[in-house]
């Protein structure tokens, strides 16, 4: 059974930054879509960013996109996003997800971790 685990979340001044890590186990999650999603209270769960399995291609939400950056060490599989300029409205739970197709769309995600804390404070 594979499993995420999420960790690097935390508390940050509005500009500051933050770099989330997701540590896959379990299953060879190598060949797998890793993305990042996000979760406000009362908000539906959003995309944040994705990579395909090689690395070599990148998807970001419009909202972060130029300020957070997506990488994966396969051999340590092993997903990161670093975050800068981080603003308040970044504020959210993220989730690390595995998925064998490239979409932005939660349901195309197998496999979730339990999700870290990330508030950006003013």
């Known amino acids: 059974q594979g499993q995420l685990v999420e960790s690097g979340g935390g508390l940050v001044q509005a500009g500051g930054s933050l770099r989330l890590s997701c540590a896959a186990s379990g299953t060879t999650f190598s060949s797998y879509v890793m993305a990042w999603f996000r979760q406000a209270p009362g908000k539906e769960r959003e995309f944040v960013a994705s990579?395909?399995?090689?690395?070599?291609?990148?998807d970001y939400a419009g909202s972060v996109k130029g300020r957070f950056t997506i990488s994966r060490d396969n051999a340590k599989d092993t997903v990161n996003l670093q975050m800068s300029s981080l603003k308040p409205q970044d504020t959210a739970v993220y989730y690390c997800?595995?998925?064998?197709?490239?979409?932005?769309?939660?349901?195309?995600?197998?496999?979730w971790g339990q999700g870290t804390q990330v508030t950006v404070s003013t």
């Open positions: 990579i395909n399995w090689r690395g070599g291609s990148t």
């Open positions: 997800a595995a998925g064998p197709i490239v979409r932005r769309n939660p349901s195309a995600y197998a496999y």
